[in-house]
Every structure is written in C-alpha cells, then in structure tokens.
Antibody, heavy 118, light 107 residues
Framework: EVQLVESGGGLVQPGGSLRLSCAAS????????MNWVRQAPGKGLEWVSY????????YYADSVKGRFTISRDNAKNSLYLQMNSLRAEDTAVYYCARDKYQLLFDYWGQGTLVTVSS | AIQLTQSPSSLSASVGDRVTITCRASQGISSALAWYQQKPGKAPKLLIY???SLESGVPSRFSGSGSGTDFTLTISSLQPEDFATYYCQQFNNYPPAFGGGTKVEIK
C-alpha cells in the first residue's frame, strides 16, 4: 500500500524558516517524480513544487520561487521542502503528492499544517 | 498560466440524483484534465484522469468527458459518501493548475 506521511509543520513567525519532510513507503520511491501541493485554510489547491525521480529537474510555482527548496533522498525514501522567508500567505496545509505522470497526482499524504503568524 | 473555472461553486443534491460539474479552461488543454474528490480534513483523491479515464478503485458511477476547453464530471447516482468538494486540474501546460472547487452538499 502506497503511504506518504508528512511532518515538520508548525507555527513560525513571518520571515522564519521551516523544513517539511515526507516519508514514502509501499512503492519504489526512486522511480517516481514527486510534488508538494498546498491548501490555505478554507481555500483551493495550489501546486508548489516538483522534483524528478533523480532530483535533476526541479520546478517551482512563482509564488515560492527563490524562497522554497525541494529535495529528496532516495536512499531514505524521503522528500523535503525547505521553506525560508515565510510569509502569512504561506499559511496552509502542505501535501506531498506522487506524480502519476506529467504533473498528475495519484497519491497524496495526509498533509501537515504550516502557520505563519506573529 | 492556464485558468480553470468550475461551475457551480456549490450545489445541493439528494441521494440518487444525477450530478454534473463543469470545468472550463482558459485555453485548450487537449484531454489533460483530472478530477479529484476531497472530504473535510482529508487529502484529495484522484477520481478521473485524461478527462475520462477512471482511476483504479473508483466507482463506475463517476465519469468524465470533454476535451479542449470544456470538461464535465458526472456522478450518475449520488451516494451518501459522495458529499465532498470536487476539483479539476489541468496537467497539459506548466504550471499545473486547479479549479476553484465545487462543494456538493446534502439537500
């Protein structure tokens, strides 16, 4: 069974940093591209970032470019999102999502809440 | 970037009703459209991809159609577990984008 489990969320002040993790199991993690998608409270879904299976290709949404860094460790079956210079508008539940193909998401984790507030 | 407009934003329906949700893209996206179901406090679940392909394990009462700019998700006979919010998503162009969602509520 495919499982994605996020962790690392919490309350952080504006301008602060946070690192999210996503532990994958039940599939060959190193063969799949992965993504982060977020959802602000009561709002819709917003794609945040993509990383290829090897980590060689990375994309970001314009809203996070230059502030967030996606990475992965295939030996540890883990995906990461380093978030710097956080803003109030980054407050959201962050989901890691497996890429079925071409930025189509077939499995999602349960999400981790990031709250940016003073 | 491609914009996706869903309609309606919410609807009330009864168990057994036929429900139709539409998604319109701001430019043509071929058949690169997916539909997700999200229940409160839960992650989205993939229902339909490539506009009309049913994801494994999804009940056959869900179906999708369309290509180009206009797409439809149909639930042929609404069940109690189908009350949720539904999102369309395009994956033809970068960046991937989601519609605003359609909340299906109990009448």
């Amino acid at each position: 069974e495919v499982q994605l489990v996020e962790s690392g969320g919490g309350l952080v002040q504006p301008g602060g940093s946070l690192r999210l993790s996503c532990a994958a199991s039940g599939f060959t993690f190193s063969s799949y591209e992965m993504n982060w998608v977020r959802q602000a409270p009561g709002k819709g879904l917003e794609w945040v970032s993509y990383i290829s299976s090897s980590g060689s290709t990375i994309y970001y949404a314009d809203s996070v470019k230059g502030r967030f860094t996606i990475s992965r460790d295939n030996a540890k079956n883990s995906l990461y999102l380093q978030m710097n210079s956080l803003r109030a508008e980054d407050t959201a539940v962050y989901y890691c999502a497996r890429d079925k193909y071409q930025l189509l998401f077939d499995y999602w984790g349960q999400g981790t809440l990031v709250t940016v507030s003073s | 970037a491609i914009q996706l407009t869903q309609s309606p934003s919410s609807l009330s329906a009864s168990v057994g009703d036929r429900v139709t949700i539409t998604c319109r893209a701001s430019q043509g996206i071929s058949s690169a459209l997916a539909w997700y179901q999200q229940k409160p406090g839960k992650a989205p679940k993939l229902l339909i991809y490539d506009a009309s392909s049913l994801e494994s394990g999804v009940p056959s009462r869900f179906s999708g159609s369309g290509s180009g700019t206009d797409f439809t998700l149909t639930i042929s006979s609404l069940q109690p577990e189908d009350f949720a919010t539904y999102y369309c998503q395009q994956f033809n162009n970068y960046p991937p984008a989601f519609g605003g969602g359609t909340k299906v509520e109990i009448k």
